[in-house]
């Protein structure tokens, strides 16, 4: 019996095991987006393809891995990623070739930049704050 792809759950499964929040793919989609938007998005089983870009930019996943592997491929990608070689074929003629250290070096980079956004903004919230606040 063949699985159906779930591109909702997919999202889920690729934030997580790159230990990213809901609150911060949220943050890092956009004003319009925010944690209950994201957690409804990942109970879609078929995500709009502009939406689905945005995610795959956010994340450093190709589309590709939201919009073709079931549940139990998902899981398999992000494992064998870190595998002897760093080589894995999806058996979709798509075949990655990833560095696992690279990508870690580069996810966390990724990370920081994200706090550090976050950060100023907060910065820049408190500011208007206090001046709203001064007589």
């Known amino acids: ?9 997919n999202v889920k499964r690729f934030r997580e095991m790159l230990g990213i929040k809901q609150e911060a793919l949220a ?3 956009g004003m319009d987006w925010n944690q209950k938007k994201v957690s409804m998005l990942e109970q879609k089983e ?6 689905l870009n945005q995610i795959s930019s956010s994340l450093k996943i190709p589309v ?4 073709n592997f079931d549940e139990e491929q998902a899981v398999n990608i992000i494992s064998n990623t870190f595998d002897n070689g760093a080589f894995v074929n ?3 003629n ?3 070739n990833i560095n696992p250290i690279d990508q870690l070096i580069k996810l966390h980079e990724e990370k920081i930049a ?4 976050m950060l100023k903004e907060k910065d820049e919230m408190m500011a208007r704050l206090e001046k709203l606040l001064t007589p």
Do not use: W
Not at 114 to 117: F, H
């Open 114 to 117: 994200l706090y550090e956004r």
């Open 27 to 29: 943050y890092d989609l």
């Open 94 to 96: 798509a075949t990655l």
């Open 1 to 9: 019996m063949e699985q159906k792809i779930h591109q909702g759950r």
């Open 90 to 92: 999806t058996g979709h």
């Open 46 to 51: 078929v995500i709009d393809t502009n939406i």
């Open 64 to 67: 590709e891995a939201f919009q």
